[in-house]
């Protein structure tokens, strides 16, 4: 699993960082920032959570 996010899409909710907090993270405005775009495979069900509950889907998970 790859994950991609779209920046300009984020309204600095912070759900992602919530559920992920290990993949995610915010800037000092509170845009989503990726700590890792591959996140081991026993975080990707914490992954799916966080682009689930991101309010605008801003959050893209890529299979490989």
């Known amino acids: ?3 991609e996010v779209e920046q300009p ?3 600095a909710s912070g759900q992602c960082v919530l ?3 290990d993949v995610f993270d ?3 405005d509170g845009i ?3 700590l890792t775009d591959r996140p ?3 975080r990707h069900d914490d992954v799916k959570e966080a ?3 991101c309010p605008a889907a801003a959050i893209r998970l ?3």
């Open 40 to 42: 081991a495979a026993d």
């Open 1 to 3: 699993m790859r994950v």
């Open 26 to 28: 915010q800037d000092d």
């Open 32 to 34: 989503v920032e990726i």
């Open 62 to 64: 890529v299979s490989e």
């Open 9 to 11: 899409k984020c309204v």
């Open 19 to 21: 559920a992920a907090p």
């Open 51 to 53: 682009a689930a509950l």
